[in-house]
Structure formats: structure tokens, C-alpha cells
């Protein structure tokens, strides 16, 4: 089945720097990759994500990269704030032999992102 | 908030004993994923319903099973708890059966076992 890698364990950055994590992923078939924020305590919020037919996508100062030959995705935060301080999931989700997709996400282990005012 | 509800918010109960927990994914998602978070398995999917219909199981223990009613609520029961089934237990919700689609999670059912 799938497997995602994802780097760093911790990041700890100050206000204003730019934060990178990084996820690889096992199966070629996986098409969608999102990303999720989990603040302590709470449930994973979806914050971006990017389909398989697309190399790069941004929202404000959160943006995700995709390559597919190289079987790996990252994210981007730039100007990070001290509510960005939580744990970042990401995720792949990959078809059925069918071709269709369960839906079903594998996730990395997460990503402790601290921000230092 | 995601749209997504789950009921118990917390839910404290003794090896052995059986327990249901309870999503409603949000309005017009006909399909139900659930997860189980814990810190040394990290977030696992266990199981997805699709408009009523069970469309993929993940390292779900036999112990466990879930279903989806007509009116889409989605219910996971597990019994025989064990010590190691303390966890996060949470529900997303998508528009379709497909993966390529937003999964929304809800506020999750938080389970101890004693």
C-alpha cells in the first residue's frame, strides 16, 4: 500500500521566516495530496491541496508543490505568524485497481511547527 | 467548524466494554471516512462508507465495525476494548466517493479505555 515520509518532526522558525515541509510518497497511482493544520487538541483542517495534474498551487502565504517523477510534494508557509504553530499533517489519497479512487488518505507522521514571536 | 458533527465529544469506559460513536458528515457529502489518531500510530483510516455502502477498509481489528443509515449519519462501534484502543477517533466527510475530493474532519470522539 501507500506510504508517505514526511520531514521535518519539528521546525521551529521566528515570526516572519519561511517554514518548508516536505513528504514523500510511496505509490505512483496516488493523484491527490492535501495538507492539514491541526491545532492541539482539535480536528485536522484542511488548509490546501493539490491534484496530480498540477505541479504548484498557492493560497495567500501557504502554496504546495508537486513532483510526480520524484514522488514528492512540500509545503510552503511564507511570513509565518505564531498562529501558525501547530502540528502539519500531509496526506495521499490513491486509486483502486479500478482506477477510481476510494478516497482513503495515508498520512505522514506530522510536522511540529513552532513559530517564535 | 467543518459541518461535520461526532458525538461523544469524550467518552471514558473499562476493558471489555462496547461503545458506539456517532458522525454526521456535512449536508449533502454522501461519503464517510473514519480515523483513528493515537501517538505511536499517528492518523490510520479505518473505514469508508459510501451512500450507505462500504467502499474501503483500512487495519480495521475485526473488533470494530461501523455502517452508514439512509439518512447518511455514520455510526463505528467498537467492543471488546482493549487498553491500546485509546485514541482520537475522528470522521471526515466528502462530496464523493472519489479521493480526489475535499475530506472535511469533524471535532472527533476522544476515547479512554481504563
Known amino acids: 500500500g501507500e506510504n508517505v515520509e514526511q520531514h521535518p518532526s519539528t521546525l521551529s522558525v521566528q515570526e516572519g521566516d519561511s517554514a518548508v515541509i516536505k513528504c514523500t510518497y510511496s505509490d505512483s497511482a496516488s493523484n491527490y495530496f492535501p495538507w492539514y493544520k491541526q491545532e492541539l487538541g482539535k480536528r485536522p483542517q484542511l488548509i490546501i491541496d493539490?491534484?496530480?495534474?498540477?505541479g504548484e498551487k498557492k493560497d495567500q502565504r501557504i502554496a504546495v508543490t508537486l513532483n510526480k517523477t520524484a514522488k514528492h510534494f512540500s509545503l510552503h508557509i511564507t511570513e509565518t505568524q505564531p498562529e501558525d504553530s501547530a502540528v502539519y499533517f500531509c496526506?495521499?489519497?490513491?486509486?483502486?485497481?479500478?482506477?477510481?479512487?476510494?478516497?482513503?488518505?495515508?498520512f505522514g507522521q506530522g510536522t511540529i511547527l513552532t513559530v517564535h514571536p | 467548524d467543518s459541518g461535520v458533527t461526532q458525538t461523544p465529544k469524550h467518552l471514558i469506559t473499562a476493558t471489555g466494554q462496547r461503545v458506539t460513536l456517532r458522525c454526521s458528515p456535512r449536508s449533502g457529502d454522501l461519503s464517510v471516512y473514519w480515523y483513528q489518531q493515537s501517538l505511536d500510530q499517528g492518523l490510520q483510516f479505518l473505514i469508508q462508507?459510501?451512500?450507505?455502502?462500504?467502499?474501503a477498509k483500512g487495519n480495521i481489528l475485526e473488533r470494530f465495525s461501523a455502517q452508514q443509515f439512509p439518512d447518511l449519519h455514520s455510526e463505528l462501534n467498537l467492543s471488546s476494548l482493549e487498553l491500546g484502543d485509546s485514541a482520537l477517533y475522528f470522521c471526515?466527510?466528502?462530496?464523493?466517493?472519489?479521493?480526489?475530493?475535499?475530506?472535511?474532519f469533524g471535532p472527533g470522539t476522544r476515547l479512554t479505555v481504563t
Open positions: 462508507y459510501y451512500n450507505g455502502e462500504e467502499r
Open positions: 493539490i491534484r496530480s495534474n498540477v
Open positions: 496526506a495521499a489519497s490513491t486509486p483502486n485497481a479500478g482506477g477510481t479512487s476510494y478516497g482513503k488518505l495515508t
Open positions: 471526515a466527510s466528502s462530496v464523493s466517493a472519489s479521493g480526489s475530493y475535499e475530506q472535511y
